[in-house]
């Protein structure tokens, strides 16, 4: 191929020009302003703006496809690579990749479009009579000791839930109440089994399940008169139906929806080793409920007891004998008192005395005079000239004759 630089007669568009232009022709179309298009989903993605991105695709093209943020939040219940859908909306460009694509505005299975309709339809009907509200919902018991299971006996379904419930609670009891799970004749031996349950067995809770599958395989779940055998049931009823992206009616009728059977047997049941703890927390709070009576009364017995020998005569006694002893340290002490202070007096008059002892006097030189007849002579008069008299002195005594007597001028 040849370059030619020659000018052309045609106008020459950029991208851009290019590319708006498509997109005003094809907007412009009323045909693809509305429009069906059933495939297979696949590349889905769902960035974190909330938009939605996949591909339509069948065998001989693709279709890229975009839900916007405010489409998908409307969006019932779970797209995955690989659903056959139908998809509403329009197409226009992606100008900037120069793509154009389909934008959604309403999604559903295809091939199930009637069935879906009737989905629909039943679901209003029993919504209104008040089949699905919350307050009719029951707790599931804690420990149920007796399961009943509605579900095939040959699926794998309920090898799975027996295997849970036996390995996370050996103890309880498992009525498997058969019943097919697909098929004509489902709905029926669904509603059968749980009313049999109900009437002979009286489990603490019923398990109804099976693994999943498309809408159709599903259906017996949607069939009015299971639905009503669900809420009418006397023991609280878990619907394991399919897998975490399917719904059913039974769903809402059932006091408690599980993602799987699988998770239906574990909403069932508590596990062993939670409980094995849980005991093993119980038993240490007992003990110490226990430990902390057991102080309490000892603490209360040590009371009685101490105010028992309060008023026991050994205690009178010891309490007597103590205040014997007080007194007697008191007594004593005054004693000591006393005599301390007696003592004192008795050496103050041993003072005086010994001031007031003649001998005292006599040691400062001074004489003491008796007559013969030992009389003390204190007076002039008492002495006669010529006389005898025993003068004593501090170191000794003379006798003497009065030869001279002097009297005070």
Known sequence: MEIDFSPSPLPVYSVSDLT??????????????NVWVSGEISNLSRPGSGHIYFTLKDPNASLRCVIWREQARHLSGVLRDGMAV???????????????????????????????????????????EGLFDEERKRAIPRLPRLIGVVTSPTGAAFQDMLNTLRARCPMVE????????????APAQIATALASLNLHVQPDVIIVGRGGGSLEDLWAFNDERVVRAVAASQAPVISGVGHETDFTLTDFAADLRAPTPTGAAVMAVPDRQDLQAEQDSLNMRLFQDVMDVIDKNHYELRGFSHR???????WQLLQGMQRLDEMSIRLTASMRNVLRSESARIRSFEARLKALDPRQVL????????????????????????SDVDVRLKDGSFGARVTKKVAKE
């Not at 094809?26 to 302003?33: C, F, G």
């Not at 998809?87 to 999604?107: C, F």
């Open 20 to 33: 708006a232009y498509i997109r005003a022709v094809l907007e412009s179309n009323e045909n693809l302003a």
């Open 86 to 128: 139908e998809a509403h909306g329009s197409i226009s460009v992606y100008e900037q990749g120069g793509q154009y694509q389909l934008y959604v505005d309403g999604l559903r299975a295809a091939g199930d479009g009637l069935l879906y309709q009737e989905f629909l339809r039943l679901k209003a009907k029993l919504e209104a």
């Open 174 to 185: 498992v009525v498997l109440a058969p019943a097919a799970v697909q098929g004509d004749a």
């Open 308 to 314: 028992l020998d309060q008023v026991s005569p050994r």
């Open 363 to 386: 040691n400062r030189g001074y004489a003491l005079v008796r007559g013969v007849n030992g009389e003390l002579i204190t007076s002039l008069q008492q002495v006669k000239l010529d």
